[in-house]
């Protein structure tokens, strides 16, 4: 097999709920066991941290691989989903896996992926675990792909269990109430393993307490650890300055508004990393010391180091371009926010979306004053261009529809100001098309 056939045996002849939709998704980790267990259980081979949340784990799962390969660490980085190709999942030290192992695991074990009915997710998972402990990794940041409780992630026994936030969404299958995705997303607490929650609610906070409680795991939440004192916005660079209480004072490459929310649950996660004799001694609270090289390295250079994108990224200026994969409500209440506030002549934004988000809620947040260009990612879940252009004008959002990501682009290029801003969103797959549309 070539490594295009082996993609698309991987995406096309497995269910894969990234691209079927809720007919792609298995429940239970039966599947995912028994094709553990046939492989040996490799992820007990090295230590992992596990992160789940509705938003910012991407972001969270990055930084702190970043923090801990500055800081001397081997680190295996498993995420999802990817952006431009296959390869971005899985990271050891921020270099993407190689395809030919890519090829080879796919080929020698393709038979038992067929008689397990083993899905895309429990194979990229499998593959990441196996790639890990092949290479042994002193530590893999392993980020939930749906939910938590019964993600295929979920059979790890982590050294810490971190939890972002919790807001509706996939509604469709972790339920339609903050309470049942708050069970969800907490269901990756395991007994004795301390957890670090970035955000609560009243509503998930009692949840989160009871969990913890059952597990007699060591929670901490970062809405209270008070080591971050302020974010300051930096306009001419386009970073935050960050000062803490105990980390020194550094600049973050990550500019969304939402960032400092991720910024501190990292800092709470690196104290409970602290704790149990990980990084630098010079991070414990007790010691009053600055890290502030390790800190400035890892914060302001993860794109760099771990190979992030789509995270309020500039691609260009003159007119300026940015993409952002926020595709729900709760993160575009901080991107429409952003947009605001950004100086921009006419600003023109190519938009999709997919079908099991809360379309009328992003778009109820979404600027009046812009152009649209309403297009649509390459999913079968996608939301027809069509469809989105009719929403969009029960909104008083005006625009044309395209049926491609790189037509949408390329037409609000060719509308756009040097002085114009165009953002590029409202679905991870668009920012993925946008970004293969430039390789």
């Known amino acids: 097999m070539t490594y295009e056939e082996t993609c698309d045996y991987l995406f096309n002849q497995t269910a894969n709920y990234e691209s079927q939709g809720q007919g792609g998704y298995k429940t239970g980790l039966d599947s995912m066991k028994k094709l553990d267990e046939h492989f040996g259980h490799p992820h007990q081979h090295f230590k992992s941290i596990h992160i789940a949340g509705t938003n910012g784990k991407g972001s969270v799962s990055h930084t702190l691989a970043a923090i801990l390969q500055v800081c001397g660490y081997k680190i295996g980085l498993y995420t999802s989903p990817h952006l431009v190709d296959f390869s971005e999942r899985i ?14 695991f796919v080929e020698q074990n393709k038979q038992t992926f067929d008689n397990l009915g083993s899905t895309f997710f429990e194979i990229a998972t499998e593959m990441a675990f196996q790639y890990f402990s092949d290479h042994d990794v002193d530590i893999a940041i392993v980020e939930v792909g749906l939910g938590g409780r019964l993600d295929s992630t979920n059979i790890i026994t982590p050294i810490l269990s971190v939890i972002t936030n919790v807001s509706l969404d996939h509604t469709n299958l972790l339920g339609t109430m903050v309470e049942q995705i708050a069970m969800e997303k907490g269901g990756i607490i395991k007994p004795g393993v301390p957890v670090v929650v970035g955000e609560t609610m009243p509503e998930t906070r009692p949840i989160f307490e009871a969990l913890a409680a059952e597990n007699k795991s060591p929670i901490s939440y970062a809405e209270e650890d008070g080591e971050l004192l302020s974010a300051e ?15 020194g004072n550094f600049k973050g490459g990550l500019c969304g508004q939402y960032q400092p929310r991720n910024t501190r649950t990292i ?16 991070l414990h609270r007790e010691s009053q010391i600055s890290i502030g090289r390790e800190m400035s390295e890892a914060f302001l250079h993860v794109c760099d180091i771990t190979g992030l994108q789509g995270r309020w990224q500039t691609v260009r200026t003159q007119p300026t371009v940015i993409c952002d994969i926020g595709h729900n409500v709760a993160a575009w209440q901080y991107l429409s926010q952003q947009l605001a506030s950004v100086k921009c002549g006419q600003m023109h934004i190519v938009f999709g979306m997919v079908d099991d988000k809360d379309i009328y809620g992003v778009m109820a947040l979404l600027p009046k004053d812009a152009v649209y260009y309403f297009t649509k990612g390459s999913t079968k879940r996608a ?10 004008q029960q909104f008083g959002l005006g625009g044309e529809s395209y049926p491609t990501v790189a037509e949408a682009y390329e037409a609000a290029l060719k509308a756009a100001g040097n002085d114009d801003l165009i953002f590029i969103g409202g679905s991870n797959y668009v920012v993925a098309d946008f970004l293969k549309s430039r390789v």
């Open 383 to 392: 939301l027809s261009e069509q469809s989105l252009k009719v929403f969009g």
């Open 267 to 282: 800092l709470t996660s690196l104290n409970e990393l602290v704790k149990q004799g990980y990084l630098c001694q010079a």
């Open 91 to 104: 990271r050891i030290n921020g270099q993407p896996i190689d395809q030919e192992y890519v090829v080879r």
């Open 233 to 247: 916005f930096i306009a001419d660079d386009s970073t935050i300055y960050y000062t803490t209480a105990h980390c």
